[in-house]
């Protein structure tokens, strides 16, 4: 007779503010994003070399028992880069290099 399953630990942990899976760097954010674009956790294991296949699964089924608080966390840590990224573009302007890259851009497509 199968014996009832003990309780699986879901293999996320806090580090520096953000959600990690397992003992990878790998974020929840990551996962999440490739299986709302419709990666299946075979493929998102395959992208994700450091993760196995049982830890894509847990976290997964972590995300869909609560979804509505790991959107959440995502769209914070979307916000937290957006605010990092908008810092870092106003202390070092790039302006002068995005210009030149645009413009060769514009030469190769052109020509």
Wanted: glycine share 4%.
């Amino acid at each position: 007779m199968l014996a009832m399953p003990a309780a699986v630990d879901v293999p996320l942990r806090m580090e520096d503010g953000v959600i990690r899976v397992g003992k990878t760097r790998v974020t929840l954010q990551a996962v999440v994003a490739d299986f709302h674009r419709g990666a299946s956790p075979e493929e998102i294991a395959h992208h994700y070399a450091a993760l196995s296949l049982s830890e894509v699964y847990l976290v997964i089924g972590y995300y869909l028992q609560n979804q509505a608080e790991v959107d959440a966390y995502v769209r914070e840590q979307r916000a937290l880069a957006d605010d990092a990224r908008r810092e870092y573009q106003a202390e070092y302007p790039n302006d002068a290099l995005r210009a030149r890259l645009l413009a060769a851009l514009d030469d190769s497509s052109s020509g």
